[in-house]
């Protein structure tokens, strides 16, 4: 990777604009279609260009079905690691749906208390991150080369 910083406002930026691109299973189209993993797929390829890993085939249940950290293994390979009381607006969070399951959902914080992510059967949105998403808030990560604040 360059040598630069990438400024939150621009990873925040970028967040918003997928807002309301209807959920699709394993797609990463802005407007057309994404999951929570294309979405950051996605902002990933707006911010840097080309992604650092390629996604393979999943299923909807391939948390289950696989019994891996596959999520959080490509987040540790690709990302920064932060505390999850460290993060900030542009941040990552990975979610543990369920105790002693695989992490499978992924969201950006966008502000305070607020993140964006791709909702099953719905869309990207903006939401709280309330009770039911803190109480599954497993790992934090920054996009690499992030400006500090």
């Given at each position: 990777m360059s040598q630069f910083h990438i400024p939150r406002k621009a990873i925040l930026e970028a967040a918003h604009n997928w807002v309301d691109t209807p959920y699709q299973h394993q797609a990463s189209v802005k407007g057309a279609g994404?999951?929570?993993?294309?979405?950051i797929r996605g902002i990933w390829r707006e911010i840097y260009g080309q992604e650092p890993l390629e996604a393979p085939a999943y299923t909807p249940d391939w948390a289950e079905s696989l019994g891996q950290e596959t999520l959080l293994d490509a987040a540790r390979h690709c990302l920064s690691p932060i505390t999850n009381q460290d993060i900030q607006a542009g941040d990552i969070l990975i979610f543990r749906m369920a105790p002693k399951v695989p992490c499978k959902h992924?969201?950006?914080?966008s502000g305070d208390n607020r993140i964006i992510h791709a909702y099953w059967g719905r869309a990207v949105?903006?939401?709280?991150?309330?009770?039911?998403w803190t109480r599954r808030h497993a790992f934090s990560f920054a996009f690499p080369e992030i400006e500090i604040t």
């Open positions: 994404c999951d929570c993993l294309g979405l992924i969201a950006i914080m949105v903006e939401s709280f991150l309330v009770p039911y």
